[in-house]
């Protein structure tokens, strides 16, 4: 046995999302990082040994431009390139080579983390080291570091440190919540394991084993639902455990599933009620996914009623998007739906504040641990929200190594610090505009080659009978004077538009109404374009929810194009899951008005009025991503639509100019990579394309009055899978080659070329030059998208020195 001793600046116990996404985050700002876990892969619940799909605040679709960004969207997006079938194993080394891809960390698999030294009293406990076991390598290996991060889950660590935690459900008295029990019990949610199916081409036999039950004794085939082409995550109700101790009955709960799930595929395959006679199991789980344990208590404990009510904290440094998701305590065997749903009308804010130890001075939590209430906690849990959290608290931790601080000093006295950093890096943060002093945009003033100044979908598609409600969303951004409507009709039709707002900036649905207006449309079944007297100019730049209400004799027509910043939604439908499985209130506004298979398929219509949501300002207004409006400069088209070539935008550009000279070493773009699109890790649905088709592919930097030439300068790189590099040739930037060169300027203009990206797939990256130049002008030139006609750039910042070097804090 070997005994060893490691040191770092931070200590990220459990390789789940919450860790992983904690961990590269503090690596990336200068930190030595330990990253401790007591599985031979990454991942926790989502890796290959359980498999469960990585949600998040998207819902499944049905909340808008809420997919995560940061480095939860940066595995998104590397995932959907590399793994667009959803394989669980290449989804593993997605999350295995993000780890790997930072020197900064140093991963420890198959270590298992069960002794804590801690010391100080109750109220003031602080983590000394931790000593883990390495399995299978007989090395006993003690981590010492400043700040320690307990993202394992049921929170050992801390428990073991004696921070302060909660445990089953709380009274309803103890955070006024709605859903919470009258009287506090020890109830929490139960685990699940899962199993994989594949067709063979020919018959295959199944001999059940003998601990396999028979399902047909209980309430299982009537209250839940059993399809033969249905494997993985479409089974995550076979869930048991609840009422008893997730942790201490680990092996029972795992047999109890185990000879359920052997059960359910002896009753599809002998029972003769379903087409399976070619089917076989491919894989069967044998370590349960545990949903809950402990929850620590921080400064702050986010209730129900934070969530519902979408409360604006001040130290808000994530967000969330899932419904409250509570199960029955029987789960499986529960005669009541597998689920039950409460959705807010738009995502929700999580305070730094429940993600440290309110008691264990340097301890910071991520994850299902974080300090929150058992029915918020039905929300906060799922891995994408829990990712999210992680690299909030990450980045807290790296800061706190930093300054030689607390979190909770952190929050006190560098709270802007935390935030800025958080949004200057991408990260999940909503509706927080960036007060960046650093960034050299501030003093800039912007031109374009052209800019999207009219927001009109005129290519139909297949006609869309108006059998229901319907709407459309756009920016209303100064005003909306006018809409028009491709409709169509058999017989003579009058038909109602209603323009509403959205209420908040982060929200997609209707909130108060502000104008009505009636149209007639002509029968004949042609389609016409049919105005409507619609007026509004908001205060400030907001979201207009057009709804066209139903009439059984109009169509509507689909687009053939889409375009950032409009969605389409249609009123009600038939529920997507069985209520058995998923008890949903239809009057949720989230529920109500859905995207269904509308998504990049709009409804025609035009606005009548100029829009601003588009303009080059929108690049430097602090957004980082889509609130009360799209937060982006669009060009005119790069195709003119089919049209002649000399009318369009073939190369758009988007400039800045400086009155004065300034000096820049980094430039850090930010490409549109549709936050709209609800991307997932496994097989819950096929999305299209590889490559988001809004992120630009091609494209050059260039500037005006270059001090000096600077030969062969090479652009590092911080994007959507890699970070920090220190040079462009990283395993998983290897095909997303970004160069940095100068060339003499060109003989119409004082031009001279900083850097050019080719093959970008990415949504963020940063080109820092090997020495400072000195200019008056900067200019982005479009060369190519992945897709889309438009040149979209949703954010570009300059800085003449490293903005995110924290080793210099002290």
């Not at 050299?440 to 290519?459: F, M, V």
């Not at 029968?523 to 619609?534: I, K, P, Q, S, V």
Request: glycine share 8%.
């Amino acid at each position: 046995m070997q005994k060893e001793t490691v040191r770092s600046d931070v200590t990220v116990i459990g390789g789940g999302l919450a860790g992983v996404c904690a961990a590269i985050a503090a690596a990336r700002l200068g930190r030595k990082v330990s990253l401790v876990q007591n599985r031979p892969v990454l991942g926790g619940n989502s890796s290959s040994e359980v498999r469960v799909w990585v949600c998040g605040a998207t819902a499944h679709g049905l909340n808008r431009y809420a997919r995560e960004t940061g480095i939860m969207g940066e595995l998104f997006v590397e995932n959907q390139y590399r793994n667009p079938e959803g394989n669980p194993y290449l989804w593993d080394l997605t999350v295995l080579e993000a780890v790997k891809a930072e020197a900064n960390i140093t991963l420890f698999l198959n270590t298992d983390v069960h002794e804590v030294e801690a010391d100080g009293p109750e109220e003031e406990r602080r983590i000394t080291s931790v000593t883990g076991w390495m399995m299978g390598s007989e090395r006993r290996i003690l981590f010492e570091s400043d700040v320690y991060m307990d993202c394992t889950g049921d929170g050992l660590i801390g428990f073991l440190a004696g921070a302060t935690y909660m445990l089953g459900r709380e009274a309803r008295e103890t955070y006024n919540e709605e859903w919470a029990p009258e009287i506090a019990d020890n109830i929490t949610l139960g685990s699940t394991m899962l199993f994989y199916t594949k067709d063979e081409g020919r018959p295959v036999k199944f001999i059940p084993p003998s601990f396999a039950k028979d399902i047909s004794k209980t309430s299982i085939p009537l209250k839940r639902v059993i399809k033969s082409g249905d494997s993985g995550c479409h089974y995550w109700w076979i869930e048991w455990g609840g009422e008893h101790d997730i942790v201490h009955d680990n092996e029972r709960i795992r047999d109890e599933l185990s000879s359920v799930i052997y059960g359910i595929w002896d009753y599809i395959k002998n029972s003769r009620k379903f087409e399976a006679d070619n089917l076989t199991l491919e894989w069967v789980g044998s370590l349960p996914g545990k949903r809950e344990y402990r929850r620590f208590v921080g400064d702050y404990v986010l209730n129900q009623n934070d969530i519902i009510a979408q409360r604006e904290f001040e130290d808000a440094v994530a967000f969330g998007g899932w419904s409250i998701d509570l199960h029955p305590p029987q789960g499986m065997y529960a005669e009541a739906s597998g689920s039950k749903h409460y959705h807010m009308d738009g995502v929700y804010h999580v305070p730094f504040s429940s993600l440290y130890s309110a008691n264990v001075s340097n301890m910071l939590m991520a994850g299902r641990n974080i300090s929150a209430s058992h029915v918020a906690f039905g929300t906060t849990r799922v891995m994408a929200t829990c990712a999210a959290i992680g690299e909030a608290a990450g980045t807290g931790a790296a800061l706190c190594s930093a300054l030689g601080v607390t979190p909770r000093e952190l929050r006190a006295r560098h709270l802007e610090r935390l935030r800025r950093t958080l949004i200057r890096r991408g990260a999940s943060i909503v509706g927080r505009r960036a007060d960046d002093p650093l960034d050299l945009t501030r003093s800039a003033s912007l031109s374009a080659s052209s800019t999207l100044r009219r927001i009109a979908l005129e290519r139909p598609g297949t006609a869309y009978p108006l059998s229901r409600d319907a709407a459309l969303l756009f920016p209303a951004d100064p005003e909306v004077s006018g809409v028009s409507l491709l409709l169509s009709a058999d017989e003579d039709a009058e038909v109602t538009a209603e323009l509403w707002d959205t209420g908040r900036g982060e929200n997609y649905v209707p909130h108060t109404l502000r104008a009505t207006a009636t149209a007639r449309v002509e029968g004949g079944g042609e389609a016409r374009w049919t105005h409507f007297d619609l007026n509004w100019r908001p205060e400030t730049p907001r979201n207009a929810f057009l709804i066209v209400r139903g009439s059984a004799a109009v169509r509507l027509y689909r687009s053939e194009d889409a375009l950032s910043g409009v969605l389409a939604f249609e009123r009600g439908g038939e529920a997507r899951v069985s209520q058995d499985l998923e008890d949903r209130l239809d009057n949720q506004p989230l529920v109500e008005w859905q995207m269904r298979g509308l998504a990049r398929q709009p409804f025609c219509f035009r606005v009548e009025s100029a829009t601003e949501a588009y303009a080059p300002e929108r690049a430097v207004n602090g957004y980082h991503r889509p609130f009360a409006g799209p937060q982006m400069w669009l060009s005119e088209r790069m195709d003119n639509g089919g049209t002649a070539p000399s009318a369009a935008d073939l190369q758009p550009w988007l400039r800045l100019d400086w009155e004065q000279p300034q000096t820049v070493s980094e430039i850090h773009l930010t490409f549109n990579d549709d936050v709209n699109e609800d991307l997932v890790n496994l097989h819950h649905h096929r999305t299209d394309f590889d490559i988001i088709p809004e992120l630009i592919r091609d494209y050059r930097l260039e500037a005006v009055e270059v001090r000096e030439a600077i030969e062969g300068q090479e652009a590092s790189i911080i994007d959507e899978a890699v970070g920090t590099s220190s040079t462009p040739h990283m395993q998983m930037a290897q095909d997303n080659e970004i160069k940095g060169v100068h060339q003499t300027p060109d003989s119409s203009a004082d031009w001279s070329l900083l850097a050019v990206g080719q093959n970008n797939r990415r949504r963020r990256v940063v080109h820092k030059l090997a020495q400072p130049v000195s200019l008056r002008s900067l200019r982005l030139t479009v060369e190519a998208t992945n897709g889309s006609p438009y040149a979209e750039l949703i954010e570009i910042r300059v800085y003449d020195c490293d903005p995110e070097n924290v080793s210099e804090l002290r």
